[in-house]
Structure formats: structure tokens, C-alpha cells
């Protein structure tokens, strides 16, 4: 008589119990019955271990797709996603826009959307994106700027924002930020209640002076430029954000000359949400063996799967992109966890770390490549021709599924498919699945095109029209379907009965006038 079943509230650590009726003079069964046992304890040491989740299929956007406020390429072109947040409490997605197509350079009113999805209730299948509000950040009704600083030591109303959240406790926006680099609160309309504090360390300095326009090799400490807060994630209760540089600092690399050698760990800074002040630093070592990152790896976002363990996405900057090398790109989504990492505030973060000191546990295997050959040959993205995009740089864990699994949503920045000249004189970029390659012309325009070579550099010949077969490069979304298992656990943030009461309080009023208004 055999029973074999699964025990147990959690299904992290499933049991399996086998029980075995000996018959005395019967030794081929009790043989059978071990053999039986040990298989049984095979299968549940296979179901305790970490799955992986399955690609479900992609969606790509036409690049020309404008938000609320037009299809300008300066004005409305959307930039894709910096950053992805589903926000359960409301059932809102929402994909934030970098500082603009022109890098810093030219003036771009910054923003973010909330846009709608639809979700097959059980394979997770995702369709018919749509823009459903624009929203522009603004200072005490200045609007924030994707503009670099004027004054090195100022940072005014330039901002670059690169990773979203939203506060359970509140429903306000928190937003990362490069240039500072910065953590910013936003209300709901997009006005700045409030700035985090930076910690000093973070901030780019030559010579103890502040300096937001330096460049590496000027710079004696403080984030690189353009690799600032890259990524953003909330605790599930709201207390903490944690924001991550996409490289470490100035400090934490080698300058050879005029050359940074980055270093081999980037920094997550964990802050009080209540104070707005930082409270701890963690260490994080990138791919690779050194003793520089290669090909550009950085990070790009950060997810909160519960209060200590997050995923982080890691890439290098090949792949189809507005100048990247197009060959190569290496796309890959770990898991880490923070218990037992100690602080490193006040050190660099030189490899291997001194003595005593401790980075984040890091999953030894990727939980998800986003440039798996199998996802890019699928006919769902078709589009990009199996060949990756360069900047993987949205992350997120979306609704639940009918089966009780959870949507992961991956996105792209598509650097808006436009590049520039530089005189500032900027250009769209297109691409022909088909062939790979890549063709530079006149903004807005199909004409006085110039080809752009594998690497990335721009010919010299005018081809003049753009011939057939090419488009500008889509933004991207890949859906993945994981089991909580998969994830190893998931926390969804939770609001606080406060945030409930304000929002039944609203709903309470809108039944009202609707009563009001059916009465008449």
C-alpha cells in the first residue's frame, strides 16, 4: 500500500511522504518500495529548486507613436520605457520616458505614461497597447527638463529620469534620477513634493567642488556621468526605496590617465521613504570577469520581489540600437537578496571587497535572457528580425494570472529611433529586419540617407531615399509568465488602510452623484 502526496502551506518546500507496507518475507517488494522512496525524494528536491519563467510572446510599437500631447519627435514621440510599473492597487501600468531624443542637449519637457494592456487572464499573452494619460513633471509649475545642467554646481530643473515607482503608503510617484543623481516625489498630477537626500558619496565632485556636467576622467568622485540612479524599487510596505546606480562611482573604478576602468560592482542605496534620507549602501558585482565590466554592462532596473530579495536587470550595450554595435547583445535578469549584505557606505568598492565586508547574494544563473534566440525567433517579433535591442531597461512584475502564476513585463528604451549630429542637428534612424542593417535620415523625413555600419558609424555616401524594408525601431515588451515558485516567493506591495479609506472615500463619492445625478 503506497500513498505519495504533497504536504505543506508553502510551495517553496513542498514534502513528498511516501508510505511503505512491509510484507515480511517479501524482500523484492521492500526493494521496490526504496526504489520508489528514493525517486519520490528526487521529484521533490526537483519541485523545492528555483523553475524558470516561460516566455510567453512579445509586442512591438511603431516608434512614430505619440503620447497625449502629439507625435513630435521633441514633443510627443514616446520614448518607450526607461522603466515599467504595474501598480495592483489600481491596476495601472505605467512606462517612463528618459530625459529625451536629445541627450541632454536640447530642451525636452520630461515625462511619464500611464498606458493600458491587455492580459489573457491565463497565458499571459499581451495585446493592443494604448496611451491612456501623459503626464510632465513639473517644479512649482516649472516644468522639469531634460536639458543638461547649465551650472555645473547647479542642478536647477534639469532631470533625467530613468526608474519608476509608487509608493503603497501614498500613491505618489517616486522617480530616479541621473544627473543628480536624485530620488524625486511627485504627486499624481507630476508636482515635485519633495527631493531625497543624496548621499554624498554619490555626488559628482572635482576637487570637493560640485559638478554635474564633469566628465569621468575630470570627476574625483560621485556617479559617472550618464550612469547614474538607473533603477528603482519600493519594499512591498512602502518604508524603503532602493535606488541603484547603473555602474559603480568615480571612486569605486580606476582612472588610467584619462580612462576609467569601471568597477566591478555597482551600488543599491536604500532609503527611509518616511525621511527621505539614506540609510544603507550594498554592493552588487556585475557579470563578467573583469577587471572592468566589458562592453559597456551596467544595470538597468530593479524590482522588489518582497523586503530583502529583488531581481535586477544587467545588460552591455550591443544589440539594435540608434549607434550600438548591433552584434552581441547579452540581455540577462538575475535574483538577489540583501540579507547578510553589509553596508559599504563609506568605502570603495575596489574586487575583491576588504576583509569583513559582504555584497548581495546574486542567483548563479539568470532568471531571465531577454535575448534568448528562442524569444527572438519568435514570429510575435518579427520586427526586430532575431536580433536583440540594445537598451533591455524596464522591468516588472504585473497582475496575477488565473492559475495563480504572475505576468513579468520587460520593455525597451529605443532612444526614441532618433540620433544627432554634433551640431545638434538631429537625425531619425531606421532598420530592415531582414538584412540587420540600419539607415540614418533626415528627421521626419525618408530622404538624404546615409547608412549606419554594424558598429554603429554613420557612412559618407548619400544614398538619397530610403529604400523598402525599413521602419523606424520599435519599442518592445516581452511577456513572461512566472510561477511564485519561479520567483522564488512574491510580495506584492500592499497600501496602508489609510490609502484604502481615501480611496473608498473617493468611490463612496462617485456612487453618490451617480444616485444624485439618476435621480433628476
Known amino acids: 500500500l503506497i500513498r505519495v502526496g504533497v504536504t505543506g502551506r508553502s510551495w517553496l518546500f513542498p514534502t513528498v511522504q511516501v508510505f511503505t507496507l512491509h510484507t515480511p518475507g517479501k524482500p523484492a517488494m521492500?526493494?521496490?518500495?526504496?526504489?520508489?522512496?528514493?525517486?519520490?525524494?528526487?521529484?521533490?528536491?526537483?519541485?523545492?529548486?528555483?523553475?524558470?519563467?516561460?516566455f510567453v510572446n512579445g509586442l512591438t510599437i511603431a516608434a512614430s507613436t505619440g503620447d497625449q500631447f502629439g507625435t513630435l519627435v521633441n514633443d510627443g514621440r514616446l520614448g518607450m520605457f526607461s522603466d515599467l510599473y504595474y501598480d495592483r492597487t489600481r491596476n495601472e501600468w505605467w512606462g517612463l520616458s528618459d530625459r529625451g531624443p536629445g541627450g541632454g542637449t536640447l530642451s525636452y519637457e520630461t515625462r511619464v505614461q500611464r498606458f493600458t494592456l491587455d492580459v489573457h487572464p491565463l497565458t499571459g499573452a499581451i495585446s493592443n497597447f494604448q496611451v491612456a494619460q501623459t503626464i510632465k513633471f513639473s517644479s512649482s509649475g516649472q516644468a522639469l527638463n531634460g536639458l543638461a545642467p547649465a551650472n555645473p554646481g547647479v542642478l536647477g530643473t534639469s532631470f533625467d529620469p530613468e526608474g519608476f515607482v509608487i509608493n503603497p503608503r501614498n500613491g505618489h510617484l517616486l522617480v530616479s534620477d541621473e544627473y543628480g543623481p536624485s530620488v524625486y516625489e511627485f504627486d499624481r498630477n507630476g508636482s515635485l513634493v519633495r527631493s531625497y537626500a543624496t548621499p554624498a558619496n554619490l555626488v559628482p565632485q572635482v576637487g570637493?567642488?560640485?559638478?554635474?556636467?564633469?566628465?569621468?576622467?575630470?570627476?574625483?568622485?560621485?556617479?559617472?556621468?550618464?550612469?547614474?540612479?538607473?533603477?528603482?524599487?519600493?519594499?512591498?510596505?512602502?518604508?524603503?526605496?532602493?535606488?541603484?546606480?547603473?555602474?559603480?562611482?568615480?571612486?569605486?573604478?580606476?582612472?588610467?590617465?584619462?580612462?576609467?576602468?569601471?568597477?566591478?560592482?555597482?551600488r543599491i542605496v536604500q532609503y527611509d521613504t518616511g525621511s527621505g534620507a539614506a540609510v544603507a549602501q550594498y554592493a552588487y558585482r556585475l557579470a563578467g570577469a573583469g577587471p572592468a565590466p566589458a562592453q559597456g554592462r551596467g544595470i538597468s532596473a530593479i524590482v522588489a520581489l518582497d523586503d530583502h530579495r529583488f531581481m535586477v536587470l544587467e545588460r552591455n550595450n550591443r544589440g539594435v540600437g540608434v549607434d550600438a554595435n548591433i552584434a552581441g547583445g547579452d540581455k540577462l535578469v538575475y535574483t538577489i537578496d540583501l540579507a547578510g549584505a553589509t553596508d559599504v557606505t563609506g568605502i570603495d568598492l575596489d574586487a575583491p571587497l576588504p576583509a569583513g565586508y559582504t555584497a548581495v547574494?546574486?542567483?548563479?544563473?539568470?532568471?531571465?535572457?531577454?535575448?534568448?534566440?528562442?524569444?527572438?525567433?519568435?514570429?510575435?517579433?518579427?520586427?526586430?528580425?532575431?536580433?536583440?535591442p540594445e537598451k533591455w531597461e524596464g522591468l516588472a512584475v504585473g497582475p496575477q494570472l488565473q492559475d495563480g502564476s504572475y505576468l513579468l513585463l520587460a520593455g525597451t528604451?529605443?532612444?526614441?529611433?532618433?540620433?544627432?549630429?554634433?551640431?545638434?542637428?538631429?537625425?531619425?534612424?531606421?532598420?530592415?529586419?531582414?538584412?540587420?542593417?540600419?539607415?540614418?535620415?533626415?528627421?521626419?523625413?525618408?530622404?538624404?540617407?546615409?547608412?549606419?555600419?554594424?558598429g554603429?558609424?554613420?557612412?559618407?555616401?548619400?544614398?538619397?531615399?530610403?529604400?523598402?524594408?525599413?521602419?523606424l525601431i520599435p519599442g518592445v515588451l516581452q511577456a513572461y509568465k512566472a510561477s511564485a515558485n519561479d520567483l522564488g516567493g512574491y510580495t506584492a506591495p500592499v497600501p496602508e488602510p489609510g490609502t484604502y479609506a481615501l480611496m473608498?472615500?473617493?468611490?463612496?463619492?462617485?456612487?453618490a452623484l451617480s444616485r444624485r445625478r439618476g435621480a433628476r
Open 504 to 511: 473608498l472615500a473617493g468611490l463612496a463619492g462617485v456612487l
Open 413 to 454: 528604451d529605443n532612444d526614441y529611433s532618433v540620433t544627432q549630429n554634433g551640431s545638434n542637428q538631429q537625425f531619425d534612424i531606421y532598420y530592415n529586419p531582414s538584412t540587420g542593417t540600419r539607415m540614418q535620415c533626415d528627421l521626419g523625413a525618408t530622404s538624404n540617407c546615409f547608412s549606419v555600419s554594424n
Open 456 to 471: 554603429g558609424s554613420v557612412g559618407d555616401t548619400n544614398l538619397g531615399d530610403l529604400p523598402a524594408g525599413f521602419a
Open 208 to 266: 570637493g567642488a560640485t559638478s554635474h556636467t564633469a566628465n569621468a576622467a575630470t570627476l574625483t568622485s560621485g556617479r559617472e556621468g550618464n550612469r547614474g540612479l538607473e533603477g528603482l524599487a519600493i519594499s512591498p510596505d512602502g518604508r524603503f526605496a532602493y535606488a541603484m546606480l547603473q555602474n559603480g562611482t568615480v571612486a569605486d573604478g580606476t582612472l588610467t590617465g584619462s580612462s576609467l576602468g569601471r568597477s566591478m560592482y555597482a
Open 361 to 388: 547574494t546574486k542567483s548563479g544563473t539568470a532568471l531571465l535572457n531577454l535575448a534568448a534566440p528562442a524569444t527572438l525567433a519568435d514570429s510575435s517579433l518579427a520586427a526586430l528580425g532575431g536580433r536583440a
Open 30 to 54: 521492500t526493494a521496490l518500495f526504496r526504489s520508489i522512496t528514493a525517486i519520490a525524494a528526487a521529484l521533490a528536491a526537483a519541485s523545492a529548486a528555483q523553475a524558470a519563467p516561460s
